[in-house]
């Protein structure tokens, strides 16, 4: 798994690619959370070049939006390929999360400050 | 319980730890693309048995143990069994996630085994009394109709 994280104006774009696993979720959680914790609370994650999670991706997802809501901000998904998109509607995680077709639309979403 | 008939075969592999997944994973992927299982049951066989080797190994073992898993299938099915020497644990007692409740809520727990439900056409646990002692978790993946000749 790798992750490319840039900035677009006030919103970070996380590029996610490969698997997140049992493995590999930690360093997910861990890059996503140091990003929250150094003030960066709106994030975009494209998740288009990501093949496969398990739960464990999930927690990591989870944790993280809930700390960035808590900070004032959000994560929001982008791109999500038709087989990761469904483990995050059989875990209901369609329902608390915003989910957008494109990272451009994501992003936009945050509108401008 | 389904049983994949005609077997052409069972494959094995022996993992003990977390670093074994990427291993595992390419097994289960090369395995059931053998019996003929298409992207999308070869990616809920991997989550599923992901799923059940972690907790085998986190909960069961809490941290390192033997595995057994084993896959076979025929034109209709692929069948996955993972065999540990670790203490009982029924699958029917884990927790049940709690999928309305609002995100502050929201507690990971009992994911894992809610998507190996949601995933399989079948979970069986049996538990071995004989030696080596232990679980055997058993999913089944019905392999997507064939479609008829023109």
Same mark, same amino acid.
């Given at each position: 798994?790798?992750?490319?994280?840039?900035?677009?104006?006030?919103?970070?774009?996380?590029?996610?690619?490969?698997?997140?696993?049992?493995? $590999?979720?930690?360093?997910?959680?861990?890059?996503?959370?140091?990003?929250?914790?150094?003030?960066? $609370?709106?994030?975009?994650?494209?998740?288009?070049?990501?093949?496969? $999670?398990?739960?464990?991706?999930?927690?990591?997802?989870?944790? $993280?939006?809930?700390?960035?809501?808590?900070?004032?901000?959000?994560?929001?998904?982008?791109?999500?390929?038709?087989?990761?998109?469904?483990?995050?509607?059989?875990?209901?995680?369609?329902?608390?999360?915003?989910?957008?077709?494109?990272?451009?639309?994501?992003?936009?979403?945050?509108?401008?400050? | 319980?389904?049983?994949?008939?005609?077997? %052409? !075969? %069972?494959?094995?592999?022996?993992?003990?730890?977390?670093?074994?997944?990427?291993?595992?994973?390419?097994?289960?992927?090369?395995?059931?693309?053998?019996? !003929?299982?298409?992207? @999308?049951? &070869?990616?809920?066989?991997?989550?599923?048995?992901?799923? %059940?080797?972690?907790?085998?190994?986190?909960?069961?073992?809490?941290?390192?143990?033997?595995?057994?898993?084993?896959?076979?299938?025929? =034109?209709?099915?692929?069948?996955? &069994? /993972?065999?540990? @020497?670790?203490?009982?644990?029924?699958?029917?007692?884990?927790?049940?996630?709690?999928? @309305?409740? =609002?995100?502050?809520?929201?507690?990971?727990? !009992?994911?894992?085994?809610? /998507?190996? &439900?949601?995933?399989?056409? @079948?979970?069986?646990? &049996? /538990?071995? =009394?004989?030696?080596?002692?232990?679980?055997?978790?058993?999913?089944?993946?019905?392999?997507?109709?064939?479609?008829?000749?023109?």
């Amino acid at each position: 798994m790798d992750i490319c994280i840039q900035s677009r104006g006030h919103v970070e774009v996380v590029g996610i690619a490969g698997s997140v696993d049992g493995l $590999t979720a930690e360093t997910l959680l861990s890059t996503l959370q140091a990003h929250v914790d150094n003030g960066n $609370t709106r994030l975009v994650v494209d998740l288009s070049a990501v093949e496969y $999670t398990s739960s464990a991706g999930l927690r990591a997802l989870l944790a $993280t939006v809930k700390e960035a809501r808590r900070r004032g901000g959000d994560m929001r998904l982008a791109d999500i390929n038709p087989n990761v998109r469904k483990v995050l509607e059989l875990s209901g995680f369609a329902t608390i999360l915003k989910i957008f077709g494109a990272v451009d639309e994501a992003v936009e979403s945050f509108g401008a400050l | 319980m389904t049983t994949p008939s005609p077997a %052409v !075969g %069972v494959r094995s592999f022996r993992a003990v730890a977390m670093a074994d997944l990427p291993a595992l994973a390419a097994f289960v992927d090369t395995a059931c693309d053998g019996f !003929g299982a298409d992207g @999308e049951v &070869r990616f809920a066989m991997r989550l599923a048995v992901e799923e %059940v080797f972690t907790n085998i190994i986190e909960h069961g073992y809490r941290g390192r143990g033997p595995v057994l898993v084993e896959v076979d299938g025929g =034109p209709r099915c692929v069948r996955v &069994r /993972l065999s540990d @020497e670790a203490p009982a644990f029924d699958p029917a007692d884990a927790p049940v996630p709690d999928l @309305e409740s =609002p995100l502050r809520d929201r507690d990971p727990g !009992g994911l894992g085994w809610h /998507l190996v &439900r949601q995933l399989m056409d @079948e979970v069986e646990h &049996r /538990l071995r =009394p004989a030696p080596p002692r232990g679980n055997t978790y058993i999913l089944v993946k019905q392999l997507p109709a064939l479609a008829p000749d023109a």
